[in-house]
């Protein structure tokens, strides 16, 4: 991978309860319920490439709404459920790819979503 390409900043989130400074779930004292949130897990180096035609028609042999490939370095914590926040457009991650299972970069597929 060449680390000249990745050269736009992603935000990863992940769904998860809000905390307090210890790391402890806040509850609402009354009624004991707990609040969740997109909480923000890294801000790395990326490449996002929305896809062109033929590789539009392509994914959507797989996946009807993949719109954009994001290249990145790997991370092992990255999970399908946790989203991509670029530049104020948010994507819902559809596969993780670990091309030639190297460890050294991943490919996310993913769909654009609505805020």
């Keep these: 991978m060449q680390a000249g390409r990745l050269d736009q900043r992603i935000t990863i989130e992940r769904w998860d309860y809000l905390r307090d400074s210890n790391g402890e779930v ?5 009624t004991g319920e707990t609040t969740q949130l997109w909480v923000e897990i890294a801000r790395v180096w990326a490449a996002v ?4 035609g033929r590789e539009f028609i392509a994914a959507q042999a797989v996946q009807s709404e993949i719109t954009t490939r994001i290249r990145m370095r790997y991370r ?15 994507y819902d ?23």
């Design 26 to 30: 806040i509850q609402d004292p009354l």
């Design 49 to 52: 490439e929305p896809l062109n």
């Design 76 to 90: 092992a914590d990255l999970q399908p459920a946790d989203r991509i926040d670029h530049e104020g457009t948010l």
């Design 93 to 115: 991650i559809q596969s993780i790819i670990n091309p030639r299972s190297g460890d050294a970069e991943l490919v996310l597929m993913c769909k654009a979503v609505a805020g």
